[in-house]
């Protein structure tokens, strides 16, 4: 399999995990909104950067699907950006260990949801806990894609088994980390 086609399918297990994700986190959030819900912050930031004369005109043509419509917008733009950001870590694969991608990948996504919510509401407060149970989430997320990739690149077949071992341990933390911290939350 080329380079290419392996990017290509990292993106796609990328933006696959990141829908599961979206999933995961919608049900947190609404059993604590504290937590904050990525797609819903990407519709604040756009609703809060709209020109005031296209809002109003999405809104007169869409009436109250405009707010749903947007909103699935946002999600969507997430699940490409988890998908870009997958094929960003394919692309250093040859480089860093595999832990070292899946912290980068989530470190990332957490920082790009501290960013995108801070520009979308800096008054709405949330928590340590909240924050703390998405970066959980987002360190499961990643270990899960990178592992994945690995995976279908022929990435563990390459390394001996120790090494396949402790992604796969890696990956099982990662996600006892993330349902804890999803229970904590």
Do not use: N
């Not at 380079?3 to 829908?19: E, F, V, W």
């Amino acid at each position: 399999m080329s380079k290419h086609q392996i990017s290509i399918i990292a993106a796609g297990m990328g933006a696959l995990a990141t829908a599961g994700l979206l999933g995961v986190l919608f049900v947190a959030h609404q059993i604590a909104p504290d937590i904050p819900f990525p797609a819903f912050a990407v519709t604040d930031l756009i609703i809060r950067l709209a020109p005031g004369a296209v809002a109003t005109a999405g809104i007169e043509r869409l009436g109250e699907w405009a707010r749903p419509i947007l909103r699935w917008v946002g999600a969507l733009i997430v699940i490409c950006t988890g998908g870009g950001l997958a094929a960003l870590a394919d692309a250093l694969r040859t480089r860093p260990a595999a832990w070292i991608r899946a912290a980068g990948l989530a470190v990332g996504a957490f920082f790009l949801t501290v960013a995108v919510r801070t520009a979308a509401g800096p008054d709405l407060p949330v928590g340590p806990a909240s924050w703390a149970a998405l970066l959980a989430s987002y360190v499961a997320w990643a270990s899960a894609v990178v592992w994945a990739v690995g995976r279908v690149a022929g990435e563990s077949a390459q390394g001996d088994a120790a090494q396949a071992t402790l992604t796969r341990r890696g990956f099982l933390i990662g996600f006892a980390a993330a349902a804890g911290g999803l229970a904590a939350g």
